[in-house]
């Protein structure tokens, strides 16, 4: 099953998105993800990551649950804040050394001393 985000509404410091799974026979279903926005601010995850999580936390659910209405909790929260942490971590470690800063004569060589 494929989702598609169909839009978000604020709700009293949540806020709920709305997909929409399209089934292999073309059948539409609604589903909706409740995330806590107070709770995401401890765990640093971003605005604009949550359609992401909250799409992911639908494809990972039981395929035979009829559940069409999910709380994004604070568990998988703290998991995708350890993961996020280790990937930094990783991609931080791959990153080439800097460059060294460039000398105070830099040009020197090819300009013309001026004269005072």
Same mark, same amino acid.
């Given at each position: ?13 949540? &806020?709920?998105?709305? =997909? ?12 909706? /993800?409740?995330? !806590?926005? @107070? ?28 559940? &069409?209405?999910?709380? =994004? ?12 942490? /280790?990937?930094? !971590?990783? @991609? ?25």
């Amino acid at each position: 099953m494929q989702f598609v985000l169909t839009g978000f509404t604020p709700d009293k410091g949540f &806020r709920v998105f709305a =997909f929409e799974g399209v089934d292999e026979d073309r059948v539409r279903t609604n589903y909706t /993800v409740r995330v !806590d926005l @107070a709770i995401i601010r401890t765990y640093g995850i971003r605005m604009q990551d949550l359609p992401l999580l909250c799409r992911s936390l639908l494809e990972r659910r039981d395929a035979v649950s009829e559940l &069409r209405e999910l709380t =994004f909790s604070e568990d998988e929260m703290s998991i995708f804040a350890k993961e996020g942490q /280790v990937a930094r !971590d990783a @991609a931080a470690q791959k990153r080439k050394p800097p460059r060294k800063p460039p000398v105070e004569n830099a040009g020197s060589a090819w300009r013309v001393p001026t004269l005072n």
